[in-house]
Protein backbone atom coordinates (compact mmCIF):
# COMPACT_ATOMS: atom_id res chain seq x y z
CA UNK A 1 0.00 0.00 0.00
CA UNK A 2 1.51 3.32 -0.98
CA UNK A 3 0.45 6.45 1.76
CA UNK A 4 1.66 10.26 1.84
CA UNK A 5 2.45 11.98 5.14
CA UNK A 6 2.29 15.94 5.13
CA UNK A 7 2.76 16.64 8.48
CA UNK A 8 2.20 20.48 7.71
CA UNK A 9 -1.76 21.22 8.38
CA UNK A 10 -1.52 25.04 8.25
CA UNK A 11 1.69 27.27 7.32
CA UNK A 12 1.41 31.29 7.80
CA UNK A 13 4.17 33.50 6.65
CA UNK A 14 4.51 36.77 5.74
CA UNK A 15 5.15 37.92 2.03
CA UNK A 16 8.92 37.39 0.74
CA UNK A 17 9.39 34.69 3.67
CA UNK A 18 11.10 31.30 2.34
CA UNK A 19 8.85 28.42 3.12
CA UNK A 20 9.49 24.56 2.69
CA UNK A 21 6.49 21.88 2.74
CA UNK A 22 7.43 18.75 3.94
CA UNK A 23 6.25 15.11 2.69
CA UNK A 24 7.26 11.91 3.42
CA UNK A 25 6.03 8.58 2.00
CA UNK A 26 6.08 4.83 1.56
CA UNK A 27 5.84 2.77 -1.15
CA UNK A 28 6.77 -0.76 -2.27
CA UNK A 29 7.12 0.06 -5.55
CA UNK A 30 10.97 0.31 -6.86
CA UNK A 31 9.59 2.87 -9.68
CA UNK A 32 7.62 5.50 -8.77
CA UNK A 33 6.98 9.17 -9.15
CA UNK A 34 6.48 12.17 -6.54
CA UNK A 35 4.51 15.13 -7.69
CA UNK A 36 3.52 18.59 -5.94
CA UNK A 37 -0.15 19.89 -6.81
CA UNK A 38 -1.12 23.62 -5.60
CA UNK A 39 -5.21 23.99 -5.00
CA UNK A 40 -6.00 27.34 -5.11
CA UNK A 41 -9.68 28.38 -4.03
CA UNK A 42 -11.05 28.04 -7.32
CA UNK A 43 -10.66 24.41 -6.84
CA UNK A 44 -8.15 22.85 -9.56
CA UNK A 45 -5.18 21.05 -9.14
CA UNK A 46 -2.48 22.62 -10.60
CA UNK A 47 0.73 20.51 -11.42
CA UNK A 48 3.69 22.11 -10.29
CA UNK A 49 6.75 19.54 -10.63
CA UNK A 50 7.34 15.86 -11.08
CA UNK A 51 10.42 13.80 -10.33
CA UNK A 52 10.61 10.06 -10.41
CA UNK A 53 12.32 7.74 -8.00
CA UNK A 54 15.84 7.01 -10.21
CA UNK A 55 16.04 11.26 -9.98
CA UNK A 56 17.63 12.56 -6.91
CA UNK A 57 19.11 15.42 -8.37
CA UNK A 58 17.21 18.46 -6.62
CA UNK A 59 16.40 21.59 -8.73
CA UNK A 60 15.44 24.60 -8.94
CA UNK A 61 12.64 26.30 -10.88
CA UNK A 62 11.75 29.87 -10.89
CA UNK A 63 10.92 30.18 -7.43
CA UNK A 64 10.02 26.77 -6.61
CA UNK A 65 13.18 23.90 -5.16
CA UNK A 66 12.63 20.82 -4.35
CA UNK A 67 14.34 18.21 -2.17
CA UNK A 68 14.27 14.50 -2.51
CA UNK A 69 15.90 12.22 -0.44
CA UNK A 70 15.20 8.21 -1.13
CA UNK A 71 17.09 7.50 2.34
CA UNK A 72 14.63 9.58 3.91
CA UNK A 73 11.78 8.71 1.13
CA UNK A 74 11.11 12.33 1.46
CA UNK A 75 9.80 15.03 -1.00
CA UNK A 76 9.98 18.45 0.46
CA UNK A 77 9.00 21.69 -1.61
CA UNK A 78 10.43 25.36 -0.37
CA UNK A 79 9.03 28.24 -2.09
CA UNK A 80 11.23 30.87 -1.94
CA UNK A 81 10.49 34.98 -1.95
CA UNK A 82 6.67 33.80 -1.05
CA UNK A 83 4.18 36.29 -2.39
CA UNK A 84 0.31 36.50 -1.68
CA UNK A 85 -0.80 34.40 -5.17
CA UNK A 86 0.94 31.22 -3.67
CA UNK A 87 -1.66 31.08 -0.84
CA UNK A 88 -3.62 27.66 -1.94
CA UNK A 89 -3.71 24.04 -0.40
CA UNK A 90 -0.50 22.43 -1.51
CA UNK A 91 -0.57 18.29 -2.13
CA UNK A 92 1.81 16.23 -2.24
CA UNK A 93 1.22 12.86 -4.31
CA UNK A 94 2.85 9.66 -5.14
CA UNK A 95 2.35 7.78 -8.30
CA UNK A 96 3.67 3.86 -8.26
CA UNK A 97 4.42 1.89 -11.20
CA UNK A 98 4.43 3.07 -14.47
CA UNK A 99 1.16 5.20 -14.08
CA UNK A 100 1.44 8.89 -13.28
CA UNK A 101 -2.66 9.28 -13.14
CA UNK A 102 -3.14 6.89 -9.79
CA UNK A 103 -1.98 8.95 -7.75
CA UNK A 104 -1.78 9.19 -3.91
CA UNK A 105 -2.08 12.10 -2.20
CA UNK A 106 -1.18 13.84 1.16
CA UNK A 107 -3.71 15.54 3.29
CA UNK A 108 -2.58 18.93 2.29
CA UNK A 109 -0.98 21.80 3.68
CA UNK A 110 -3.05 25.36 3.82
CA UNK A 111 -0.51 27.76 2.67
CA UNK A 112 -1.34 31.71 3.63
CA UNK A 113 0.91 34.04 3.05
CA UNK A 114 0.36 37.61 4.12
CA UNK A 115 0.72 41.15 2.95
CA UNK B 1 -6.39 25.51 -24.99
CA UNK B 2 -9.15 24.72 -23.37
CA UNK B 3 -9.50 22.59 -19.73
CA UNK B 4 -11.09 20.16 -18.29
CA UNK B 5 -14.44 21.22 -18.12
CA UNK B 6 -17.11 19.50 -15.18
CA UNK B 7 -20.87 20.43 -14.65
CA UNK B 8 -22.46 21.42 -12.63
CA UNK B 9 -20.30 23.59 -10.02
CA UNK B 10 -22.39 22.76 -7.24
CA UNK B 11 -25.08 20.27 -6.52
CA UNK B 12 -27.23 19.78 -3.36
CA UNK B 13 -29.53 16.40 -2.63
CA UNK B 14 -30.88 14.55 0.21
CA UNK B 15 -29.81 11.81 1.05
CA UNK B 16 -31.38 8.46 -1.12
CA UNK B 17 -31.53 10.81 -3.96
CA UNK B 18 -29.81 10.03 -6.89
CA UNK B 19 -27.08 12.20 -8.65
CA UNK B 20 -25.30 12.96 -11.90
CA UNK B 21 -21.82 14.58 -12.84
CA UNK B 22 -20.33 15.25 -16.24
CA UNK B 23 -16.94 15.18 -17.45
CA UNK B 24 -15.33 16.99 -20.51
CA UNK B 25 -11.69 16.50 -20.88
CA UNK B 26 -9.26 18.38 -22.75
CA UNK B 27 -9.84 17.51 -26.84
CA UNK B 28 -7.91 14.39 -27.51
CA UNK B 29 -7.46 13.09 -24.14
CA UNK B 30 -7.08 9.79 -23.98
CA UNK B 31 -7.03 9.01 -20.71
CA UNK B 32 -9.90 10.25 -17.83
CA UNK B 33 -10.10 9.76 -14.29
CA UNK B 34 -12.30 10.57 -12.01
CA UNK B 35 -11.33 11.74 -8.25
CA UNK B 36 -13.32 12.13 -5.01
CA UNK B 37 -11.91 14.80 -2.43
CA UNK B 38 -13.67 14.90 1.01
CA UNK B 39 -13.44 18.09 3.01
CA UNK B 40 -9.93 18.65 4.75
CA UNK B 41 -8.80 15.08 2.52
CA UNK B 42 -6.07 14.92 -0.23
CA UNK B 43 -8.23 13.73 -3.44
CA UNK B 44 -8.82 9.69 -3.91
CA UNK B 45 -9.24 8.12 -7.14
CA UNK B 46 -12.70 6.50 -7.50
CA UNK B 47 -11.69 5.19 -11.49
CA UNK B 48 -10.05 5.61 -14.55
CA UNK B 49 -10.59 5.30 -18.25
CA UNK B 50 -8.58 4.38 -21.34
CA UNK B 51 -10.55 5.83 -24.36
CA UNK B 52 -14.02 4.14 -23.21
CA UNK B 53 -12.20 1.22 -21.60
CA UNK B 54 -12.24 1.19 -17.03
CA UNK B 55 -8.45 0.53 -16.53
CA UNK B 56 -9.24 0.58 -12.52
CA UNK B 57 -12.07 0.95 -10.70
CA UNK B 58 -10.93 -0.64 -7.40
CA UNK B 59 -11.77 2.06 -5.61
CA UNK B 60 -15.45 2.86 -6.85
CA UNK B 61 -18.45 1.94 -4.49
CA UNK B 62 -19.81 -0.21 -6.84
CA UNK B 63 -23.12 -0.63 -5.00
CA UNK B 64 -24.08 3.00 -5.08
CA UNK B 65 -21.96 4.62 -7.69
CA UNK B 66 -21.45 4.15 -11.56
CA UNK B 67 -19.16 5.38 -14.50
CA UNK B 68 -19.33 5.36 -18.20
CA UNK B 69 -17.24 7.32 -20.47
CA UNK B 70 -19.38 6.82 -23.89
CA UNK B 71 -17.39 7.21 -27.49
CA UNK B 72 -14.14 7.86 -25.52
CA UNK B 73 -14.46 11.41 -24.01
CA UNK B 74 -17.71 12.85 -22.58
CA UNK B 75 -17.84 10.85 -19.10
CA UNK B 76 -20.50 10.60 -16.20
CA UNK B 77 -20.16 9.80 -13.00
CA UNK B 78 -23.19 8.53 -10.94
CA UNK B 79 -24.36 8.15 -7.63
CA UNK B 80 -27.64 6.22 -6.51
CA UNK B 81 -28.65 6.60 -3.87
CA UNK B 82 -26.51 9.11 -2.29
CA UNK B 83 -25.30 8.63 1.18
CA UNK B 84 -24.38 11.76 3.94
CA UNK B 85 -20.63 10.30 3.08
CA UNK B 86 -20.63 11.47 -0.26
CA UNK B 87 -20.53 14.76 0.69
CA UNK B 88 -17.37 16.02 -1.34
CA UNK B 89 -16.15 17.58 -4.32
CA UNK B 90 -15.88 15.44 -7.71
CA UNK B 91 -12.95 15.92 -9.32
CA UNK B 92 -11.97 15.18 -13.22
CA UNK B 93 -8.98 15.15 -14.49
CA UNK B 94 -7.39 14.40 -17.93
CA UNK B 95 -4.18 12.62 -20.00
CA UNK B 96 -3.09 12.30 -23.07
CA UNK B 97 -1.93 8.86 -22.07
CA UNK B 98 -1.80 6.91 -19.07
CA UNK B 99 1.74 8.40 -18.35
CA UNK B 100 1.01 11.99 -18.88
CA UNK B 101 0.83 14.42 -16.56
CA UNK B 102 -2.98 15.34 -15.21
CA UNK B 103 -4.79 18.21 -15.66
CA UNK B 104 -7.95 18.61 -13.46
CA UNK B 105 -10.99 20.37 -13.73
CA UNK B 106 -12.28 22.71 -11.22
CA UNK B 107 -14.61 20.45 -9.34
CA UNK B 108 -18.50 18.97 -8.38
CA UNK B 109 -19.19 20.41 -4.94
CA UNK B 110 -21.74 17.72 -3.87
CA UNK B 111 -23.36 18.27 -0.39
CA UNK B 112 -25.57 15.64 0.69
CA UNK B 113 -28.19 17.12 3.21
Known amino acids: AQKVTQAQTEISVVEKEDVTLDCVYE???????LFWYKQPPSGELVFLIRRNSFDEQNEISGRYSWNFQKSTSSFNFTITASQVVDSAVYFCALAGGTSYGKLTFGQGTILTVHP | EAGVAQSPRYKIIEKRQSVAFWCNPISGHATLYWYQQILGQGPKLLIQ????????DSQLPKDRFSAERLKGVDSTLKIQPAKLEDSAVYLC???????????FGSGTQLSVL
Open chain 1, 27 to 33: TRDTTYY
Open chain 2, 49 to 56: FQNNGVVD
Open chain 2, 93 to 103: ASSLGGDEKLF
